[in-house]
């Protein structure tokens, strides 16, 4: 337990609808702290937004919050609403199958039907990527305006996940154009060794790319005499899983069948 985080998830917990705003000596006095050291929490919670100051002294929630908790519920709406298509896809491909959101300049595993031939055994629900390493990660960056992927390889670089990982910005970009070209992403061994992934974006009612989904598995075979069959399937269920959340594309095509 880190007690410093703790005692700021304590001092979120104090606001209510009964009490939505507090002053740092209440605060203080209810987690019986310093004053000084509820002041820095609230500092340090303000400079993020998730605390916001009001009516001079008086403390309440801020919107970081507000757009948390917004987070949670599209991710839980696009897991529940993909979660068929997902399955589906899995009896046909038999193997392991993944849906991601983009976290940030990274991305994050919210559901997943592993293979029994997956290599290490844990599911991978929870874990968070690299954007450039993941066949996932790809499908995300090749949806994003150019200016985007520059602000987010500046801030995260391009490190080797495993010996085939990309490292040269130009590169990767070359690889994201095809990606974006064919409408599938691949990942050969870039982000596990002897695992083969190929990925498609999914996007919102805005037309926004919201996260991907993806076939991975052992068998070399994925990106080799099976990635025409798989990238079919693998577009098809991310169209679907589009349009369930809302999206109408402007117009069909390979990429996008």
Request: glycine residues 6%; hydrophobic residues 40%.
């Amino acid at each position: 337990m880190i007690n410093s985080v703790l005692k700021a998830v304590h001092v979120m917990n104090m606001f209510s609808a009964a009490e939505p705003r507090l002053t740092v000596t209440e605060i203080s006095r209810r987690l019986n702290m310093p004053k000084s050291t509820a002041h820095s929490l609230l500092n340090t919670l303000l400079s993020e937004g998730f605390i916001e100051k009001v009516d001079g002294e008086m403390y309440a929630l801020g919107t970081a919050v507000i757009r948390l908790t917004q987070r949670v519920r599209v991710n839980v709406e696009l897991r529940d609403r993909a979660a068929p298509y997902l399955r589906e896809l899995a009896d046909q491909c038999d193997e392991s199958v993944y849906l991601t959101v983009r976290d940030g300049d990274y991305v994050l595993y919210i559901y997943a039907i592993e293979s029994s031939r997956r290599l290490i055994a844990r599911t991978a629900v929870g874990d968070r990527a690299y954007l450039h390493s993941t066949g996932v990660g790809k499908a995300i960056l090749s949806e994003l305006p150019p200016h985007e992927v520059e602000a987010i390889i500046s801030r995260v670089g391009l490190p080797p996940v495993t010996e085939y990982t990309t490292t040269d910005f130009t590169r990767l970009c070359a690889v994201l154009d095809q990606t974006r070209e064919r409408g599938y992403s691949i990942d050969n061994q870039e982000n596990e060794v002897r695992n083969y992934c190929v990925g498609a974006a999914i996007h919102d009612g805005s037309g926004q790319v919201i996260g991907a989904c993806s076939v991975a598995g052992t068998d070399p075979e994925i990106i080799g005499a099976r990635v025409t069959e798989l990238s079919e399937n693998i577009r098809r269920t991310a169209l679907m899983i589009s349009r369930n959340m809302g999206y109408v594309p402007a117009r069909l095509n390979h990429a996008r069948l």
